[in-house]
């Protein structure tokens, strides 16, 4: 156990507290749909949009989660969620160079101290689950840091009218406020950790470019159809039962991203074991 701490501590330093860049980007992207969400409801309201006592924070989240439905035949024009889509990608991009470069030079003389290719293993998915816990909490305490600043108000409660009117979408059937915030706070962290454990399963039997490309297109596909086995699908405000008839349940999710995470850090535990590093290491 003191042999994991000591190696887990030496991740979240070189692969954390040496990129502290990337989680400046991620205070900047917090930032900037903010920012994009407050236009939109300035020139619906008018300039007295800080003070309409409908706007929540949750109304800012539920911006950041909304997603989209499901392609529907007929649709000629299938438009991404790119605030949806922008937000998981850059999770996964801030934790796609550092796990295989740590198999190139001192990062292999970590590996040959520690002797246990388990534990190096299980060290990476602990510095990908830290990764992704902290990108979101800078994503959601800089959203809570600007409502204050703007006189928004701080409440799970939501605007019905912004919903319908920005966000085209209502609830069909009105939410309980602890499921609500389990869907806007849980399962974006949730759904992130199980598409980049997936990634970094991915990364050692492909190259890491493909593995984010990959975990790219499972994002894409949870966008456009609507079934029980693409994590994406339960970080979509718009597809719960609350908004679509046959939506999915947080709870749901819950399961579905919790048998990725146990595959994704199971089978990188088998094909660790396995794995050429000298032959990694020369290319």
């Not at 954390?16 to 407050?38: C, M, N, R």
């Not at 979101?136 to 409502?147: G, K």
């Not at 975990?215 to 339960?234: D, E, F, H, R």
Request: aromatic share 14%.
């Amino acid at each position: 156990m003191k042999c994991f701490k000591r190696t887990l501590a030496y991740d979240l330093k070189h692969g954390i507290w040496e990129k502290k860049g990337g989680y400046f980007v991620t205070a900047l992207l917090a930032v900037f749909l903010f920012t994009d969400y407050s236009i939109k409801l300035r020139n619906y309201y008018g300039n007295g949009m800080a003070g309409n006592p409908d706007v929540t924070m949750a109304d800012y989240l539920l911006y950041f989660f909304s997603g989209r439905y499901p392609y529907m035949e007929g649709e000629q024009v299938f438009l991404i969620p790119i605030t949806w889509l922008l937000i998981f990608l850059c999770s996964s991009l801030l934790v796609l160079n550092y796990p295989m470069q740590n198999l190139c030079g001192h990062g292999i003389q970590v590996l040959i101290r520690i002797r246990d290719r388990k534990l190096w293993w299980l060290s990476k998915c602990g510095y990908v689950l830290c990764s992704t816990v902290l990108y979101y909490f800078i994503l959601y305490a800089v959203t809570f840091v600007l409502c204050l600043i703007s006189g928004v108000c701080l409440s799970a409660g939501y605007s019905e009218s912004a919903m319908e009117n920005i966000l085209n979408f209502t609830f069909q059937t009105p939410p309980e406020k602890t499921g609500l915030l389990v869907q806007l706070l849980f399962m974006p962290v949730l759904v992130s950790l199980a598409v980049n454990l997936l990634q970094l399963g991915l990364s050692l039997l492909l190259d890491r470019i493909y593995a984010f490309m990959l975990a790219t297109v499972l994002l894409l596909l949870s966008t456009y159809i609507q079934v029980c086995w693409l994590p994406g699908v339960y970080a979509m405000v718009m597809r719960s039962c609350w908004v679509m008839e046959g939506g999915v349940l947080w709870k749901q999710g819950i399961l579905v991203t919790g048998i990725y995470m146990i595959v994704s850090v199971t089978a990188g535990m088998v094909r660790i074991r396995r794995f050429d590093i000298l032959k990694k290491e020369a290319e």
